[in-house]
T-cell receptor
């Protein structure tokens, strides 16, 4: 049982380049989330989705876009990467509101 | 504005002793609290949770205590084991917010032999 899988695990981008991070879950969870983790700041919510076709902004949404075309997938896009977006990105999913979240293994992104 | 605070960046405990990790919060709307454990190069994994209607929840060696009046929760690990060495994150969520979690900055626990 794979759980939550993130692709890719590592990536180096040049400033201004674009990329998409893919999150896939096989647990039939309704809710999905994208967080970023930076040193000394814990995990901060970027965007989230409460079901297929829905998205909403979290705490730090600027510079990112998301899409949830299929229930099992949640994509995070960076249209024009900036060095401030260097971070470790985590995807998570929950079955329903109030249930515990399952996290992917993370994507380490460096923007130079 | 840090709504969930873990004021101890690190903690070192001897194997077999009790580890106590602390967490404070400021948002009165938080009513569900969780602890996650994170090893290097892995995602956080759920450890234990507590809702605001309780003041204690226990799962094996792990116990979480909630003091709503003080807006404080703590995680007790007894006895501590070397495999418990990891970063522990406290997280909180208000009702009706799609389970959006607000995380603390984490406490690195080192269990020594």
């Amino acid at each position: 049982n794979a759980g939550v899988t993130q692709t890719p695990k590592f990536r180096v981008l040049k400033t201004g380049q674009s990329m998409t991070l893919l999150c896939a879950q096989d647990m039939n969870h309704e809710y999905m989330y994208w967080y970023r983790q930076d040193p000394g700041m814990g995990l901060r919510l970027i965007h989230y989705s409460v079901g297929e076709g829905t998205t909403a902004k979290g705490e730090v949404p600027d510079g990112y876009n998301v899409s949830r075309l299929k229930k099992q997938n949640f994509l995070l896009g960076l249209e024009s990467a900036a060095p401030s977006q260097t971070s470790v990105y985590f995807c998570a999913s929950t079955l329903r509101q109030g249930a515990r979240a399952f996290f992917g293994q993370g994507t380490r992104l460096t923007v130079v | 504005d840090q709504q969930v605070k873990q004021n101890s960046p690190s903690l070192s405990v001897q194997e077999g002793r009790i580890s106590i990790l602390n967490c404070d919060y400021t948002n009165s709307m938080f009513d569900y609290f969780l602890w996650y454990k994170k090893y290097p190069a892995e995602g956080p994994t759920f450890l234990i949770s507590i809702s605001s209607i309780k003041d204690k929840n226990e799962d094996g060696r792990f116990t979480v205590f909630l003091n709503k009046s003080a807006k404080h929760l703590s995680l007790h690990i007894v006895p501590s084991q070397p495999g418990d060495s990891a970063v522990y994150f406290c997280a909180a969520s208000p009702t009706g917010t799609a389970s959006k979690l607000t995380f603390g900055t984490g406490t690195r626990l080192q269990v020594t032999l």
